[in-house]
């Protein structure tokens, strides 16, 4: 049996739901970004006068997102942690491999993009903005990169097998 949902009212209390437009005065903080400076105005927010959820509603979100990451890589200062998970989560790149791309520990990468080190050095910082933005441009690109990230992580086995009176690489 669906039960039908009643827009104007709360799913958490029942409360009625106002709908406001954000402005630069009022806008509305993006906290599921991952980030804590990111502010959204022009949307529309629906929250309960009663318990004040809020619940916003961000049409095309992918061009957010790479409106955020391409923000983020040209910012003059270092990139911290939470930044750094960003554009990591945004080019879809797991952190093993994004650590193994950036030439850094996965557990030095985690202690980054967890604040408990403030950042990575200027050259890393760098490299991780480039890394980010390739994978970023294109399935195609991102593959590349992820198949790099293959390569670094650990010895690849080359398997050659004898045919009778020569050897051939095996593809992997």
């Not at 009643?6 to 209390?13: S, T, V, W």
Request: charged fraction near 30%; include cysteine.
């Amino acid at each position: 049996m669906d039960r039908k949902i009643e827009r104007n009212k709360c799913q958490l209390c029942g409360g009625t739901m106002v709908t406001r437009k954000t402005t630069p005065e009022r806008p509305y903080r993006y906290e599921l970004s991952g980030l804590d400076n990111v502010l959204l105005v022009g949307i529309e927010v629906r929250e309960c006068r009663q318990c004040h959820v809020e619940v916003p509603v961000i049409p095309k979100i992918a061009a957010l997102h790479k409106a955020i990451a391409q923000d983020l890589m040209l910012k003059k200062e270092l990139l911290y942690g939470k930044e750094i998970r960003f554009l990591r989560k945004n080019a879809g790149i797991a952190a093993k491999q994004f650590a193994a791309l950036i030439g850094v520990d996965p557990a030095h990468l985690s202690r980054v993009e967890n604040g408990k080190i403030e950042s990575v050095s200027p050259g890393t910082d760098k490299l991780a903005r480039a890394v980010a933005a390739v994978a970023s441009d294109g399935e195609h690109l991102r593959q590349v990169v992820l198949a790099m990230a293959e390569e670094r992580l650990g010895p690849q086995l080359s398997l050659f097998s004898l045919k009778k009176d020569h050897w051939e690489k095996l593809a992997a």
